[in-house]
Nanobody
């Protein structure tokens, strides 16, 4: 079994910073892409950033230059992995529930899985 645990959400004033983390642990053979999505009230869930298995990041235009995604690849502890989202220069329009998304191969069948975290609230307001 593989589980996801998110942390780091909260309230911050415009221009402030927050760091989100997502721990993925369990029966992991290999992690492919790790990503963050967000869903604002009354809107559809949207992709924010992703990072590939070879640590290549990609960002939505709305957050490019302000957000940075990174991951901890524990080669000798493949069962334990973390992806971070460092958010700076936050704006009120960044207010949303942020979800961690992981595409991975498990040591159990079925091998391939795409998992979602439960979400962590980010509020940017003065």
């Amino acid at each position: 079994q593989v589980k996801i645990a998110e942390s780091g959400g909260g309230w911050v004033q415009p221009g402030g910073s927050l760091r989100l983390s997502c721990l993925v642990y369990g029966s992991i053979l290999r992690i492919n892409t790790m990503a963050w999505y967000r869903q604002a009230p009354g809107k559809e869930r949207e992709w924010v950033a992703s990072i590939s298995g070879n640590n290549s990041p990609d960002y939505a235009d709305a957050v490019k230059g302000r957000f940075a995604i990174s991951r901890d690849n524990a080669e000798n502890r493949v069962h334990l992995n973390t992806v971070h989202l460092q958010m700076t220069s936050l704006k009120p329009e960044d207010t949303a529930v942020y979800f961690c998304n992981v595409d991975l191969e498990r040591t159990i069948l079925p091998r391939h899985a795409e998992l979602w975290g439960e979400g962590t609230q980010v509020i940017v307001s003065s």
